[in-house]
């Protein structure tokens, strides 16, 4: 099968296909019809694995079959199958998608934020914010699963691009992981931030929505929706879920933490710019030395807020 880069495999979300002619002998994409790739442009062959709850033989294999060309793949192979417990069968198949998409017309649309560089961040946190900016993070409920978060807000960060810690701008706290949304959004009142990361993993049942709509809950309950700034980010978040559940923006694979903290100073300048609360300039030494996190003494609750 392809091993055919997707456009934002880079990590860059929402990258743009590129523009550049297609190498001599490719044959050019039509984007208005993209089909999934493998041997040959338009083959639309492709790959899925499922497990079955039947125990494993050839009336499993049969009932694959059919199953992948209900769901209109044509000519459907079982290219492996095995048992993966009694009753359980685990099937990998290939098949021809006969549908194509108009990429032409979604990438058109605005997914791409324009991220900036981390000086640049530092650069216009300095010019539009003039403050350190306080961001509170956590992996919420009983989702275990830190390295999301980590990888945002750790001096570490991610494929070599540090977390916001290592930023002059920012004041980050990382709760850490299973930490209910009351007490992520209490710290996040107490500490006067500006911005909530939440990460979120596990989706078995639809956890995240749960866990990640309570949290949107509570902040309107503490009357600080309009102040803080609400991110989320995991594996199978993405931002039109987060918005749909009351976040400003969410992030999946591939997220960098220049891209939160680019999405963090722009949405929190256009709110100082609105509420016309003018900028304190960028003295405190927190500022100056602001390297390492966790320094910075607790803000008080900047005005605003609604409630
Ligand atoms: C490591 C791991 C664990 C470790 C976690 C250790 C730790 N400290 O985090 C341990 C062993 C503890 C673990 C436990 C479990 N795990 Co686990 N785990 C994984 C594994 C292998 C890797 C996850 C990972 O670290 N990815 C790397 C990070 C960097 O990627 P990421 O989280 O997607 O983060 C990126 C983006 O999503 C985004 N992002 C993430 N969060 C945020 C937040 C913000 C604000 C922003 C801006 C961006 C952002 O930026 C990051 C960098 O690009 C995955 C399988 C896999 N290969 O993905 C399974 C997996 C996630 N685990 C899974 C499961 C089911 C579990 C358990 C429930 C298993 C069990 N039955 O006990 C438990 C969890 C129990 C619980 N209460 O939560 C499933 C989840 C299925 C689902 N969708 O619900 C997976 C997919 C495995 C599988 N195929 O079944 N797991």
Same mark, same amino acid.
């Given at each position: 099968m392809s091993s055919a880069r997707p456009a934002a495999a880079d990590g860059a979300q929402g990258a743009q296909a590129s523009a550049s002619p297609p190498r001599a002998g490719r044959a050019q994409v039509d984007l208005e019809r993209v089909k999934p790739y493998a &041997?040959?442009? /338009? /083959?639309g062959l492709m790959q899925l694995s499922f497990t079955l709850p039947v125990p494993y033989g050839l009336a499993a294999r049969r009932a694959a079959q059919e199953l992948a060309a209900k769901m209109g793949l044509e000519h459907p192979e079982v290219v492996h199958y095995e048992r993966l417990t009694e009753g359980y069968t685990y099937f990998v198949m290939f098949g021809e998608c006969v549908h194509s998409v108009d990429y032409a017309s979604l990438s058109s649309e605005s997914f791409d934020i324009e991220f900036m560089t981390e000086q640049e961040i530092e650069e216009y946190a300095h010019e539009h914010i003039g403050r350190p900016v306080v961001v509170v993070g956590a992996a919420t409920g009983t989702d275990t699963h830190s390295v999301g978060i980590d990888a945002m807000l750790n001096l570490k960060g991610f494929h070599g691009h540090h977390g916001l810690?290592?930023?002059?701008?920012f004041r980050t706290y990382n709760l850490g992981s299973q930490v209910p949304n009351s007490v992520l959004v209490a710290r996040a009142i107490d500490l006067g931030a500006d911005a909530i990361l939440v990460s979120q993993t596990v989706t078995q049942q639809n956890l995240h929505i749960s866990n990640l709509t309570e949290l949107v809950e509570i902040v309107e309950a503490e009357g600080q929706r309009k102040r803080l700034i609400l991110t989320c980010g995991g594996p199978r978040v993405s931002n039109e879920l987060a918005k749909e559940l009351g976040y400003d923006a969410g992030f999946s694979k591939g997220t960098y933490p220049h891209h939160v903290a680019s999405f963090i100073v722009r949405e929190l300048a256009a709110r100082l710019a609105e509420s016309e609360e003018a900028p304190q300039s960028a003295q405190d030494g927190a500022w100056a &030395? +602001?390297? +390492?996190?966790?320094?910075?003494a607790p803000r008080p609750r900047a005005p605003g807020a609604d409630g």
């Open positions: &041997d040959h442009l /338009d /083959d810690e290592g930023y002059k701008v &030395d +602001g390297r +390492g996190a966790n320094a910075g």
